[in-house]
């Protein structure tokens, strides 16, 4: 692949600048977790064009790097490497790292983008909507825990949701992470406590394309770095107190013009505000729930956020500003429609959530599926629920289920990372399997707490 060379030539003026000496190459595993090699600085062009071999089985990893048979990626390719490329756009340097910088790689095999992994499947996605029209402006919207890295207990006790002094129970941490996370491109809009102890949410603004999960990704990473400097674990997992409600991702989307001038959701004209093709986006997450929520909450600890009354979604439904629904919509115009896909939790990679929600309203659109009647009061009392309803599952098997036998989905993302993405998921139930035989309780938090 070509480098351009005046976009080298600016990274390595703005390295220069900050007076950076290390530089990491970064990428996602399948996990959502940050995956690096870092090298001198002095080496960045002669990496930038010749490329960075790295392990290509990344994608087969758990996330305490155990190895996973049948993804397709180890004993079957001899445990060889790729080439890696880095994107040079997403070139960042580290405030609370001394003298470091970091970029973002496309993992290439063979000489093309390597197919399995979640940022070309996010890529292939984005690239089917432009070729249809359209591009999407999205975010993701992030929960998390806070607890001490010695005894692990939370940093709050109680559950007294953005109660101020609740908010700044350790006002530096909260200021380095409100004044640095902008400096690394995450436009910071809001920061609150959640409804757990040690619970919190930043949320940002939204961005196009590619640079949305591009943005999550360094988004989780920076809150990991910067809590472990003030002597915290920062972590994504979904629900690692059982007791407690889980952590949420829920993904914003709206659709625009090719050149992202003009939102295509809003159209005042009908009865609901919404465009025929912000309901046929709609229709075809809600027609592609069952098997997408496991791609947006894709591990089994993940699954068990989907429980009644917790503003976490089981009936698949839709409503305006209904919190619990699974898709909830937001009608402000032209530039502030949207929709709010509660489905997502925070343990999922920000990747494959969006390629997962992309490949549904595709499908949607593409066919032009009628939406069911929005739900005006509780998706948790039967009676508000149309006819047909379907339901998330809680449960690793039947939600694997679910997403093996919807082939629209499967296609869209493709072989290669469907093979990947199930061998990843029964090895969790074999996992869970071999944990329960043994009375282990805690291997979920093991596997999962620090590194997601």
């Known amino acids: 692949m070509d480098v351009n060379q005046e976009k080298l030539d600016q990274v390595l003026q703005k390295m220069a600048t900050d007076d950076v000496h290390l530089v990491r190459w970064e990428q996602s595993d399948t996990y959502g977790i940050a995956r690096s090699k870092t090298i001198r600085a002095v080496h960045f062009r002669e990496r930038t064009n010749d490329g960075f071999p790295y392990y290509i089985g990344m994608v087969g990893i758990d996330p305490q790097f155990s190895l996973v048979h049948n993804t397709g990626y180890h004993e079957e390719l001899g445990y060889s490497d790729g080439l890696m490329i880095p994107d040079l756009d997403t070139y960042v340097t580290l405030p609370w790292c001394k003298n470091t910088g970091r970029v973002l790689m496309d993992p290439t095999l063979d000489g093309k983008l390597f197919a399995p992994h979640p940022r070309t499947v996010a890529r292939k996605q984005l690239d089917r909507l432009k070729e249809m029209g359209f591009s999407l402006l999205s975010g993701h919207e992030y929960e998390f825990f806070v607890v001490d890295q010695n005894t692990l207990d939370p940093i709050t006790k109680d559950t007294s949701a953005r109660a101020t002094i609740r908010n700044n129970k350790d006002s530096a941490l909260v200021h380095q992470l409100l004044t640095d996370l902008p400096k690394v491109g995450i436009d910071v809009d809001n920061f609150d406590s959640e409804y757990a102890p040690g619970q919190f949410e930043i949320t940002y603004k939204p961005s196009f394309g590619i640079t949305s999960p591009d943005t999550a990704h360094t988004f989780r990473t920076s809150v990991k770095e910067i ?211 043994k009375g282990d309780d805690e291997w979920e938090r093991n596997m999962f707490f620090e590194y997601l």
Request: aromatic share 10%; charged share 20%; net charge positive.
């Open 227 to 437: 809590a472990l400097q003030h002597g915290y674990i920062a972590s994504f997992m979904t629900r690692p107190f059982p007791e407690c409600v889980g952590s949420s991702c829920h993904f914003n989307t709206s659709l625009w013009d090719v050149d992202g001038k003009k939102g295509l959701m809003f159209d005042p004209n009908s009865p609901n505000g919404l465009s025929d093709v912000a309901q046929y986006w709609i229709a075809g997450m809600l027609a592609h729930a069952p098997a997408i929520s496991l791609l947006m909450a894709p591990t089994i600890n993940c699954l068990k956020r989907f429980k009644p009354g917790t503003f976490a979604p089981l009936p698949v439904t839709w409503g305006f500003d209904n919190r619990s629904a699974a898709l909830r919509i937001k009608v402000r115009g032209e530039r502030g429609t949207f929709v709010e896909n509660r489905m997502g939790a925070a343990g999922g990679n920000p990747y494959i959530c969006l390629a997962a929600t992309v490949a549904a309203g595709i499908d949607g659109i593409q066919k032009k599926m009628k939406l069911p009647p929005p739900v005006k009061f509780s998706s948790y009392d039967a009676k508000n629920l149309p006819p047909k309803t379907q339901t998330l599952s809680s449960d690793m098997k039947t939600a694997l289920g679910y997403f093996t036998n919807d082939d629209v989905i499967r296609e869209a993302l493709g072989a290669e990372f469907c093979k990947c993405f199930g061998a990843l998921k029964l090895h969790e139930m074999n996992l869970e399997a071999e944990a329960k035989a």
